[in-house]
């Protein structure tokens, strides 16, 4: 696969990590990965604003899941190892509108910039992911 090879969303179990706060991947490939997650009270703190580890979780898991589709083909995986997250504006209904980029593509490590917005398009959190491209481990 190269780089400029659109994937469709990866396939993951029905439970999973991402399940728990309602992920839906809506396109994804080793240069771009777009996302949405529906805002409700599994997602909020006790004020109804969307919790900042939510951000942080999406922003993990498409780093993750773009470097994957990157490396997969040469029997590696990706796993995170940096997350800096940066709040903006606070989101309380609708949805969070992610998008992840890459901006270092290297041997061992990718870096990542994910942007989350809210249904009027501002820009509501920022990231900075580095993801650790490792070789599968033994079963």
């Not at 061992?108 to 249904?119: A, G």
Request: hydrophobic content about 35%; glycine content about 8%; some cysteine.
């Amino acid at each position: 696969m190269t780089d400029t090879d659109a994937q469709n969303p990866p396939d993951l179990p029905e439970e999973h990590f991402d399940s728990v706060y309602g992920l839906q991947v809506v396109d994804a490939s080793p240069k771009s990965v777009t996302a949405v997650v529906p805002v409700g009270p599994k997602v909020q703190q006790p004020f109804g604003i969307v919790h900042g580890g939510v951000y942080c979780s999406i922003a993990e898991s498409l780093a993750s899941i773009g470097t994957w589709l990157g490396v997969r083909d040469e029997g590696m995986i990706a796993m995170g190892v940096s997350n800096q997250t940066s709040f903006l504006r606070p989101i309380s209904s609708g949805e969070i509108h992610a998008s992840a980029s890459p901006c270092h593509t290297g041997r061992s490590t990718w870096v990542w910039d994910v942007e989350m917005r809210d249904d009027e398009g501002r820009l509501c959190a920022v990231s900075r992911m580095t993801i650790a491209v490792r070789p599968i481990p033994n079963s």
